[in-house]
């Protein structure tokens, strides 16, 4: 599989057109390999819920293949500790995160593609972790809480989105 501007625009066009507003390619055959590698394309009004795995072996590592992203990081209370931006062919164009570290992303203008890489196997039945302090994606209230999201630098506390309605 190459991993090319033919494959990027065509996830990026995908990302266009899906509810989600991302869209996968999966680079591993299936769920059960020990490593798994997906390039993700998204679109900059895509809200990625903050979420964590607590599973000791989910460590992430991330790298911008094209465009950017801001890579999010909150503590346990919802306070954003970390904001890196992360922009291809830069000098800073991925991290490796933690297991158990709560995390959203947001693209830039004109959407990023990105590869992510965690150990497998990959179990889809396993419980999602969503942070108790943002809305889901399909809360009223997660394009409100992306549009903070967008501009909140460290140290910022994420806003009672309960009281947003």
């Not at 509810?19 to 679109?43: G, M, S």
């Not at 000791?56 to 801001?70: C, K, N, R």
């Not at 497998?120 to 969503?130: I, K, L, N």
């Not at 809305?135 to 501009?151: F, I, K, S």
Request: net charge negative; with cysteine.
């Amino acid at each position: 599989m190459l991993l090319d501007q033919s494959l990027f625009s065509a996830l990026l066009d995908a990302a266009a057109q899906s509810p989600r507003r991302r869209a996968f390619k999966n680079l591993h055959q299936d769920f059960a390999e020990a490593v798994q590698r997906v390039v993700i394309a998204i679109q900059p009004d895509s809200y990625v819920p903050p979420h964590r795995h607590v599973e000791a072996h989910q460590w992430e590592l991330f790298v911008v293949l094209a465009g950017s992203i801001d890579f999010c990081q909150f503590d346990d209370a919802g306070q954003l500790t970390a904001r890196n931006t992360l922009v291809a062919g830069s000098a800073l164009t991925g991290l490796e995160l933690a297991p158990g570290v709560w995390h959203s992303i947001i693209a830039a203008s004109g959407g990023a593609v990105f590869l992510e890489v965690k150990q497998g196997p990959f179990d889809p039945a396993q419980p999602r972790f969503f942070a108790p302090f943002a809305p889901t994606e399909q809360d009223t209230e997660a394009g409100t809480y992306l549009a903070w999201l967008r501009t909140a630098l460290p140290g910022a506390q994420s806003p009672a989105w309960q009281e947003m309605k």
